[in-house]
Nanobody, 126 residues
Framework: QVQLVESGGGSVQAGGSLRLSCATS????????MAWYRQVPGKEREGVAG??????VTYAESVKGRFTISRLSAEKLQLEMKSLKPEDTAMYYC?????????????????????WGQGTQVTVSS
């Protein structure tokens, strides 16, 4: 049984930092495109960052230079978020999808995700 469990969300002031973690089980991270998504009420879930094989990374324009996705171990994914803005406030989800999606650009859409975590809330106050 595949499980993705996020942790590390919380509240922070604008300009601050947070680090999200995703612990996986029942799957091989290096065989998937691992990604982080976020969602605010009333809007579709959007891709934030993707991690392919060999440390290939890709980011949404809105977070480039501020967020860093990385693989801490064979089972653990991280999203380091710096210079946070109020518009970064959202529920953040860890996800796994076809490896190819990281390279094709389709990772940014929530469609095609194979596995989702339960989400962790990030709130940035001004």
């Amino acid at each position: 049984q595949v499980q993705l469990v996020e942790s590390g969300g919380g509240s922070v002031q604008a300009g601050g930092s947070l680090r999200l973690s995703c612990a996986t089980s029942g799957m091989q991270m290096n065989m998937h495109c691992m990604a982080w998504y976020r969602q605010v009420p009333g809007k579709e879930r959007e891709g934030v960052a993707g991690l392919g094989r060999d440390q290939y990374v890709t980011y949404a324009e809105s977070v480039k230079g501020r967020f860093t996705i990385s693989r801490l171990s064979a089972e653990k994914l991280q999203l380091e978020m710096k210079s946070l803005k109020p518009e970064d406030t959202a529920m953040y989800y860890c996800a796994a999808r076809m490896l190819y999606d990281c390279y094709s650009g389709s990772w940014q859409s929530m469609n095609g995700v194979r596995y989702w975590g339960q989400g962790t809330q990030v709130t940035v106050s001004s």
